[in-house]
């Protein structure tokens, strides 16, 4: 078992920056992909960024390309979302997410393990 645990949510004002971090224990060695997903009340559960474990490779949502940044740190089994240029559209409940297959997907049904999330909110 993986256990995904979030935290850097808040308010903010637009245009400002929050970093968001996962930490994962347990069965870490079986995970090869994560991913922050967002969820806004009364929509889906969308993807925002994913990072593969190994390679690093990135990808991000069109939204949120040149204004967010994934990372991790594989040492620490932490996994990081820079969000800077924060709109009031990027408002939603953050959920770090991660996956036993090598490949980065963007839909939320191919993760097996989810974090609590944490609520960002971005004031106009």
């Known amino acids: 078992q993986v256990e995904l645990v979030e935290s850097g949510g808040g308010l903010v004002q637009s245009g400002g920056s929050l970093r968001l971090s996962c930490e994962a224990s347990?069965?870490?060695?079986?995970?090869?992909?994560m991913g922050w997903f967002r969820q806004a009340p009364g929509k889906e559960r969308d993807f925002v960024a994913g990072i593969s474990w190994s390679s690093g490779s990135t990808y991000y949502t069109d939204s949120v390309k040149g204004r967010f940044t994934i990372s991790r740190d594989n040492a620490e089994m932490t996994m990081y979302l820079q969000m800077n240029t924060l709109k009031p559209e990027d408002s939603a409940v953050y959920y770090c997410?991660?996956?036993?297959?090598?490949?980065?997907?963007?839909?939320?049904?191919?993760?097996?393990?989810w974090g609590q999330g944490t609520q960002v909110t971005v004031s106009s």
């Open positions: 997410a991660a996956r036993r297959g090598i490949l980065v997907k963007i839909v939320s049904n191919q993760y097996d393990y």
């Open positions: 347990g069965r870490t060695d079986s995970i090869y992909a």
